[in-house]
């Protein structure tokens, strides 16, 4: 079959470099990379992730965390698990 449609969108120039970036990485193109996109799409019937709103619990971890507060280390996967009881 013949690729002949275009589609064509506005981004952000940042992100756009960013994940080009990223694709390279990946070893594929930016029209691979939308295509492998909408073949997703099409076999699951809709997008190929969760879109949600964050709940308030979720976006204050989210906040804590990016301003570096109310974080919790492990040394390592063992420790982890102990401290959650698991």
């Given at each position: ?15 756009k470099?960013?994940v ?67």
């Amino acid at each position: 079959m013949a690729k002949e449609a275009t589609v064509r969108a506005r981004i952000d120039p940042e992100l756009k470099a960013e994940v080009e970036h990223l694709f390279k990485e990946l070893g594929i193109s930016t029209t691979e990379a939308i295509t492998l996109f909408y073949h997703q799409v099409k076999l699951r019937n809709g997008l190929p992730f969760d879109v949600v709103i964050p709940n308030k619990m979720t976006e204050k971890v989210f906040k804590d965390t990016d301003a570096g507060e109310n974080i919790v280390r492990f040394n390592d996967a063992s420790e982890m698990f102990d401290q959650l009881g698991i």
